[in-house]
């Protein structure tokens, strides 16, 4: 198994990117979408982010990218502005193996040195295991479930929230 780093995303990672959502979209519940986006989609959504100063991470080895992760902004209203939430996909191969835990590790230290002070995780259908014990691992602790609330795949789905402070929380003002 090659070596893993964990880097800042590039304009140059889209194609890959935006193939590992392409699945998610097509084959998971991770995301509620039903038609996955096209490049020129996904390179709107980074350079958003991107400008907007998020933190957004790849995962790469030898062979590519492996996997992906991003803040973004909780809720577009103002006094939400020191809160984020995170999105994490990784490609079928890359799953179960600890990297999205590295790229969750690595967007919490940038959120972090950035002033965020929580992150709120939104995982699609709950019976996505992997997701809550990564984000769990992470320090992230369950908020609730709305049950019901997505439609895919002939079948209703959940989703869970589950967050985390990031440095010193609410314990100072920002």
Request: aromatic share 10%; proline share 5%; with cysteine.
């Amino acid at each position: 198994m090659s070596e893993i780093e964990i880097r800042a995303a590039t304009a140059a990672d889209l194609v890959a990117i935006t193939a590992i959502y392409e699945e998610a979209v097509l084959h998971g519940t991770a995301t509620f979408e039903l038609d996955p986006p096209d490049l020129a989609e996904m390179t709107r959504r980074y350079d958003a982010l991107v400008l907007g100063g998020f933190p957004y991470f790849v995962a790469v080895d030898g062979n590519g990218v492996l996997g992906y992760t991003y803040a973004g902004p909780h809720r577009p209203r103002v006094a939400y502005r020191f809160t984020v939430e995170n999105s994490i996909y990784l490609a079928p191969a890359a799953q179960r193996r600890g990297i999205g835990g590295k790229l969750l590790a690595a967007l919490i230290e940038a959120c972090e040195s950035k002033g965020y002070r929580q992150m709120v995780a939104v995982i699609g259908d709950s019976a996505n295991a992997g997701s809550v014990a990564v984000h769990r691992n992470a320090g992230f602790e369950m908020i609730g479930t709305h049950p019901n609330v997505g439609f895919k795949f002939g079948r209703w789905l959940d989703t869970i929230s589950m967050q985390r402070a990031l440095g010193p929380g609410s314990k100072t003002l920002p």
